[in-house]
């Protein structure tokens, strides 16, 4: 009987302990592991938030027609985009904090890529602060680990391979091939209207890679540089070794070049645009012809170019045959015929055509009425007359015309 008198006695006790302990907490307070969720959300999607507003280089290169006889020039301009995944405000100038430098310039702003990246912010701190939250949550030590920890811990290792091993690789790649390319340019030099100074080696454009910006925060010698080739101006001799530079998107090329050659072009898969221009063109079997055959066919065969430049130059007929994604062709000063004006009617997707000093005449200019997706069209110092250039704008009223 005394046993049992003393645990009734005791249990009230016990009871009541409990009671003045959770009496004293306060009546808002979170577990540990939702705390931990709460603050490592919200350091995330500030840290998300200040990686956004982060500007980073995006270098544009193109081609630039001369003037008169001038030739052609490739030419590059840096801006700043903000925004991550999708950019959403770009710059015309190059700035580190776009938003800091608005009177530069706004080349063009998209509010549906802003809420994007608002979305994918709030989605990956949502998820970051759920899984430290059940971290904090289990029993396991933090030097333990579940399957939960190895597929984040793979999944970070996968992003830091894809982002920065892997760039900094084919940065090192495409390096050595540069180099190779400046020794293997032709001795002699031509004139730069752009720099206004001979130039004797390859002109190449560099985009910074993603996570190059880091090189400005952090010291050069510990982020890996990781920028590619995203446009070159050479001699033709050097022409198969770009096969190396899968970024490439614009190639200027002067001198001489078979169309074998320029056919390897087409394993680049990020290449636009392609000038030719200043390129004294052969059979692949033959030998160099001075002057050059019209009467020859040049078998190029490359599908995915966007932009032609062959002005002053022998392709036509059957040579335009094979530019299924052409956008834009400047055939200035070349030299036209009917199997010509045949080829560049069944361009699909042509939209720019740039035909001055050419013999088109009025049969001609009726001919291209045709290509439906034409939008620019410029025939000055041709053989098109008034009438027929009254007879083009009646049927075509949606295509702009330098006449």
């Known amino acids: 009987m005394p046993i049992h008198a003393e645990s009734a006695v005791s249990q009230p006790t016990k009871v009541q302990s409990l009671k003045a302990a959770t009496s004293r907490r306060t009546p808002n307070a979170l577990p540990r592991s939702r705390r931990l969720s709460l603050v ?9 938030a200040i990686f956004n507003l982060f500007g980073r280089t995006v270098v544009e290169a193109d081609i630039v027609p001369g003037v008169g006889n001038a030739p052609s020039q490739l030419v590059q301009s840096r801006q700043s985009h ?32 802003a809420m994007g990246n608002v979305l994918v912010a709030a989605a990956l701190a949502l998820i970051g ?28 290792i996968a992003l830091a391979v894809g982002f920065g091993y892997l760039p900094a690789e084919r940065h090192r790649k495409e390096a050595r091939l540069v180099a190779d390319l400046e020794w293997s340019a032709a001795p002699n030099p ?32 510990w982020v890996p540089e990781t920028s590619h080739v995203v446009a070159v101006q050479l001699k033709g001799a050097s022409v198969r070794k770009l096969v190396g530079l899968r970024g490439l998107r614009v190639v200027r090329l002067d001198g001489q070049v078979s169309d074998a050659e320029l056919n390897l072009l087409a394993q680049l898969p990020d290449l636009e645009t392609l000038d030719i221009s200043e390129c004294e063109l052969r059979k692949d079997h033959g030998s160099w012809l001075e002057p050059p055959r019209y009467d020859l066919e040049y078998n190029l065969r490359l599908p995915g170019l966007k932009r032609l430049y062959c002005q002053n130059n022998v392709l036509q007929g059957s040579d335009l045959a094979d530019f299924a994604g052409l956008e834009e062709l400047y055939l200035r000063g070349s030299r036209l015929d009917g199997d010509s004006l045949a080829a560049i009617r069944r361009l699909a997707r042509l939209r720019v055509l740039d035909l001055r000093g050419t013999k088109l005449d009025d049969q001609g200019l009726a001919t291209l009425a045709e290509v439906k997706t034409l939008e620019q069209l410029d025939i000055r110092e041709t053989k098109v007359t008034p009438e027929g250039y009254q007879r083009f704008t009646a049927a075509r009223p949606d295509c702009a015309v330098q006449y």
């Open 129 to 156: 602060g759920w899984l430290l939250g059940q971290r904090a949550a289990s029993r396991k030590r933090w030097w333990q680990f579940g399957l939960l920890d190895l597929a984040l811990a793979m999944t970070v």
């Open 82 to 113: 903000l925004g991550w995944p999708w950019p959403c405000l770009r710059l015309v100038s190059e700035r580190a904090w776009p938003l800091a430098h608005l009177q530069d310039g706004v080349r063009w702003t998209s509010a549906p890529a």
């Open 40 to 48: 490592g959300g919200l350091v995330l999607l500030a840290g998300l």
């Open 190 to 221: 031509y004139w730069d209207i752009v720099t206004g100074k001979y130039l004797d080696r390859p002109t190449v454009v560099w985009q910074p890679g993603a996570v190059d910006w880091l090189r400005q925060v952090f010291a050069e010698r």
